[in-house]
C-alpha cells in the first residue's frame, strides 16, 4: 500500500531539521571558527611566533592557556592555528571531491574500458590504510602543508568516484535520462545537466561528514612531522610540542580541544543535511 505524503509535510520536516539543536551547535561553533579565521590578528592578545619570556607557565589571567616550551601564548597559537589547519582541510576536501566526482562520473557514465581502469586505480589506492599511505606520499614529497595537501588528495578522490559512479549508475536508468537522449541531447549535457545535478546531495553531505576526518589527518601528518614545519602555530604541531611536556598538559590541550570542537561541528552539520534532504527517511 502506497502512502501519499502531502508537499507541506515534507517542507515542515526539512526545515525542522534545519533548526535542530546539533545543527545550532555547528552553526554557533563554525561561526566563531570563521570570525577567528577573518579576524585573528585583532582577537589574538599576542605574537604566535614571538616568545612572552615565561616558558611552560599554566593559565592565569595573563596567558588564558598558558605558555609553551618557548614562552608563546597557548591561546594565540591556538587561535593562529585555526588559518593553518581549517583552509588546508578545506581545500583537501573540494579537491578530492572535484578528481573524485569527475573520474566517478566518467567510468560510471561511459563505462567498458574506462569505467574498469578508473575503478581498478581507485581500489589500488583504496586497498592501503589512509593515515599509511599518506603518510608515504607525503615522506616522499617532503613535509609542508602543502605537501600534505597533495598527500591527503591522492587519498580521498577515491572515495568519491566510487560515491559519484555508484550514483551515475542508478540515475542514468532514470526515464527523464532516456527521454533526454531520444531527443538527440549530446552524452556530455545529458551528463552535466541531468544526471550530476541529482547526484550532488549525497556527494555533499559525506564531503561535510568527511571534513572531520580531514582535520585530523592534516594534524596527524603535523604530529608526525610530515606536515606543517616550525615555528608553524598548526594544531597537530602544537600537540607534538605539548607531548614533549606530559607535565604541562595545557600546550596540548588547547588545540585538542579545538580539533573536538571543529570535529563535532561539521559532523554535526553533516548529519543534519543528511537529515534535511533524506526524503526516504522522512517518509
Known sequence: MTIAVSPSLFNQARKSA????????????????????LGVQWIAPYDPLASTGVRLTPPSGEHLLGTDSLGRDVFSRTLYGARESLPIALAA??????????LGAIAGFFGGLVD?????????????PAILLAMAVAAALGP??????IAIVAVWWPIYARLTRGQVLSIKQREH????????????????????????????????????????????LSFLG????????EWGAMITDGAKNFYQPWVAAAPGLAMVT????????????RDAFDVKGRR
Open 18 to 37: 534545519w533548526m535542530r539543536p546539533q545543527m545550532l551547535f555547528a552553526y554557533i561553533v563554525l561561526g566563531l571558527w570563521l570570525i577567528v579565521i
Open 93 to 102: 576536501i573540494l579537491a578530492a571531491v572535484l578528481i573524485g566526482c569527475a
Open 116 to 128: 574498469n581502469i578508473i575503478m581498478r586505480f581507485a581500489d589500488i589506492t583504496m586497498a592501503f
Open 144 to 149: 609542508g602543508l602543502q605537501n600534505a595537501l
Open 177 to 220: 535520462v532516456e527521454a533526454d537522449a531520444a531527443i538527440g541531447s549530446g552524452r556530455w549535457r545529458t551528463l552535466g545537466k541531468h544526471i550530476l545535478p541529482h547526484s550532488a546531495t549525497p556527494i555533499m553531505v559525506n564531503a561535510t561528514m568527511d571534513l572531520g576526518q580531514i582535520i585530523l589527518l592534516v594534524a596527524s
Open 226 to 233: 610530515l606536515g606543517a614545519l616550525p615555528p608553524s602555530p
Open 262 to 273: 571543529v570535529t563535532l561541528a561539521v559532523n554535526f552539520l553533516g548529519d543534519g543535511l
